[in-house]
């Protein structure tokens, strides 16, 4: 679709106020505002992605696209949230410790939201004194984890130990997500689920919440 093209090369070239105005003019066109999401500019961060590890782009370029990227999904989000929450079950959710990426989280958190979820948003660099204390305040049914580099991926396994430690690993199910997480490294971990991207979160946590809420 030529609206999602569009917003997806602004992405792409890091143009903040053209991006804003593609998701404007693409909503206002009745293109679903995850459409806008998934196919406009994560689409374009996927590129951009590329082509910072090809060395053909560099930090502030890499980051202009970030940054048209978030003030274009916040703007879609709106669309989403409007009249849609009610909390079902609790998630608390986190970048872990070292990792400041946090794009994916939101939209993790925005697609849980609009299903009903109430999440309980950590922000970035959470370190594991932060979800054992969360945990500890919020009681949540899952506990989330996100992280985007192979450099931080061990800060999940540390969480999931304090939980151990704190005597709270049985209270809550452990549900990790990012781009260098697997089934086999959940496994690894002893997480109790591992999601690929937003929308298979979404289903995967009805079928969690319909296991331990029965509903
Ligand atoms: Co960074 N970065 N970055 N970065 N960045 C990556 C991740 C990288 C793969 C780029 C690359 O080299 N190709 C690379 C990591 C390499 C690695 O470790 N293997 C990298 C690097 C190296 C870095 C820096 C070290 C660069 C530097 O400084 N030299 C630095 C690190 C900073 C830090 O964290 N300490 C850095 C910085 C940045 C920016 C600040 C510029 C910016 C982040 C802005 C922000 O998040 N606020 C940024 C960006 C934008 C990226 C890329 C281009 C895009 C990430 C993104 O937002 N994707 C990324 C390359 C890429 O992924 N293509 C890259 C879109 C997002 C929707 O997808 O986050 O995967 P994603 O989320 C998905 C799924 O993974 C899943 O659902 C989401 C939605 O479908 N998911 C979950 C995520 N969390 C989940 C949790 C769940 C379930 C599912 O359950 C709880």
């Known amino acids: 679709m030529e609206e999602l093209k569009s917003i997806m090369d602004e992405v792409i070239a890091g143009n903040i106020v053209e991006t804003k105005e593609g998701v404007l003019q693409a909503l206002g066109k009745g293109i679903s ?3 806008v999401i998934d196919k406009g500019m994560v689409a374009g961060l996927d590129v951009v992605g590329e082509q910072f590890a090809a060395g053909e782009i560099f930090l502030p370029e ?11 999904i916040a703007i879609a989000m709106e669309g989403m949230q409007k ?13 872990v410790k070292g990792d400041l990426h946090d794009i ?4 993790v958190a925005l697609f849980l939201r609009s299903r009903g979820f109430e999440v309980v948003d950590l922000g970035v660099d959470v370190h ?21 580099m192979t450099a931080t991926m061990a800060g999940m396994k540390d969480v999931i130990s304090a939980l151990t430690e704190a005597g709270l ?3 809550v199910k452990v549900i990790v997500g ?11 971990i002893g997480a109790d689920y591992y999601s690929r991207d937003a929308g298979s979160t979404a289903a995967l946590l009805e079928e969690v919440l319909t296991e331990i809420k029965g509903q």
């Open 33 to 35: 505002p995850m459409d």
């Open 62 to 72: 890499m980051m202009l696209s970030a940054i048209a990227a978030r003030e274009g």
């Open 83 to 95: 009249g849609q929450y009610k909390p079902r079950a609790t998630m608390v959710l986190g970048t």
């Open 104 to 107: 994916g989280k939101n939209i």
């Open 128 to 148: 594991e004194e932060q979800f054992i204390s969360a945990v500890r305040e919020h009681k949540p049914d899952i506990l989330g984890m996100s992280c985007l």
């Open 169 to 171: 690993r049985n209270t």
């Open 178 to 188: 990012g781009c260098p997480a697997s089934q086999e490294f959940a496994s690894e």
